[in-house]
C-alpha cells in the first residue's frame, strides 16, 4: 500500500478536472488535504526485525509543529515521550484493535489531548495510524464552570448568611432600635461590598483562565505602568503611614511583552497586598530590573540561611527554560510579618489563607495572587516569593522583554 510514502511536505499539482485521476493523484491530493488538518497526524511503523523500535514513517504539518518532528523515520519515542502514549501504541501494533486515551502534558503551559490509534494495512508490516486532538479549551471551560461554581457557593455563603441574620434580626426585635439598626446596617453594607469584591474577581479570574493559552500581544513600559499603580494606591498608604519607593532606571523605558492592563493588575495586587500586610511605619520597596535572567534561586540571602531562619524561597510559576531569553524583573519587598517556608507554595491557591494572618479583616478575597499567577503564566513570565517569619516577604515577577515598534 502506498500510504506510507505520501509526499507529506511536497506541493502536488491537482488533477486536470477533464482526465481521470490516476491513484498517484488521488494519494497526493489526499496527502495535501492531511497535511492542512489542524489535529497533529502520524503513521507509525515498526519494522520486521525483532525488537525493531516503533518509527514515525510520516506526519502533517500540526504534528511536525506539537512533536517537532525533523523529517520521516525518527523514533516514536524521541519525539512522544509519554509513557502512556507510547504504550497505548504499542499495544495496537501488537493486538491489532484500535485504542481511544487521553492525556495531558506537563509543564506551566500544559495541554489536554485525545488520542486514537488505528491498525493499517501495509503488506505484512506492522503500521499504525496516530491521530491526537487538543482538547485543552473544552477542558479548561469546564474545569472553569466547575470551580467558579464550587468558590462562589462556598465563599459567599459566609456573607449572605450574615445578611440574612441581621435582615431577620431588624425585621424582629431590633425593628425600633435605632442604634441596633445603624449598627447592623453597618455591617450588612461591608458584608455586601465584600461579596461583590469577590464575585469581581470570581469574574476576573475566569476570563483570565480562559485565555490563559493564548499569548498576550502588545508591549508595554513597566517602569511608568509601577508609577501609575503607586500614585493610585498612595491615599490607601497614607491611611496606614507606609512609604511607596520605586526604584528603575532613569530616563529609560523598561519595555516587556504583553497586555498593559494586566501587568498593571499584577503590580495592583502584589503592591497591594504589601500595603496590607506592612506594619505602620514601613517602607514597600518596588524595584524594576529592564534586564534579567530568570533565576529566582539567585535572588536575595542563600537558601541555607533563609531555611534556619524558618523561611524559605519558592518558584510559583517557571517559564520555559531558554538561554537567550531576557526578563523585566518586578519586586515587590514588604517589612511585614512574613510567611513561614512551609505556606509559600500555597499562595496561589484559590482563597487559601496563611494561618495567623488576619486577612479576614484586612478585606481581602484570598483571588488575589490566584490572578497574578494566572496572568503570569499567560505572559509566559515567572513568578518566585521568598519569605522569613518576622522579617518581610519579597515576590518577584519575570516578564519576557519587548521592545516598541
Known sequence: MAVLSFPWRKS???????????????????????????????????????????RVMASNAAAQELLRIRGDGESLIAVLRHPEVLGTVENTLATGEGRTMTYETG?????????????????????????????????????????FLANASHELRTPLASITAYVETLQGHARDDIEARDRFLAIMSVQA???????????????????????????CDVALVAREVIDGLLPVCSGKNVR?????????????????????????????????????????????NASASFEPEAEGPDANVLREQGGGRVCLVS?????????????????GSGIAREHLPRLTERFYR????????????????AIVKHIVNRHRGGLAVESVPGQGTVFAVFLPQGEFG
Open 244 to 288: 511607596l519607593q520605586l526604584t528603575a532606571p532613569a530616563g529609560s523605558q523598561v519595555v516587556a511583552s504583553g497586555e498593559r492592563d494586566q501587568i498593571a493588575q499584577v503590580m495592583q495586587n502584589l503592591i497591594d497586598n504589601a500595603v496590607k500586610y506592612a506594619p505602620e511605619g514601613t517602607t514597600v520597596l518596588i524595584s524594576v
Open 354 to 369: 496563611v494561618p495567623g494572618q488576619k486577612s479576614g479583616e484586612i478585606g481581602g478575597t484570598g483571588l488575589g495572587l
Open 319 to 335: 517559564p520555559e527554560r531558554s538561554h537567550e531569553q531576557r526578563y523585566v524583573m518586578v519586586r515587590i519587598a514588604d517589612q
Open 193 to 219: 461590598r465584600r461579596m461583590g469584591r469577590l464575585i469581581d474577581d470570581l469574574m476576573s479570574l475566569s476570563r483570565i483562565e480562559l485565555n490563559e493559552r493564548v499569548p498576550p500581544s502588545g508591549v
Open 107 to 147: 509543564g506551566p503551559q500544559s495541554r489536554a489531548f485525545r488520542v486514537w490509534t488505528k491498525m493499517l494495512e501495509n503488506d505484512a508490516r506492522q503500521s499504525a495510524l496516530v491521530v491526537l486532538r487538543d482538547e485543552t479549551d473544552a477542558r479548561r471551560l469546564e474545569r472553569m464552570r466547575a470551580d
Open 12 to 54: 502536488a499539482a491537482l488533477p486536470d478536472s477533464a482526465a481521470t485521476p490516476t491513484a498517484n493523484d488521488r494519494l497526493s491530493l489526499l496527502a495535501a488535504v492531511v497535511d492542512l488538518l489542524p489535529d497533529p497526524v502520524l503513521i507509525v511503523q515498526r519494522a520486521a526485525m525483532p525488537n525493531a523500535p516503533v
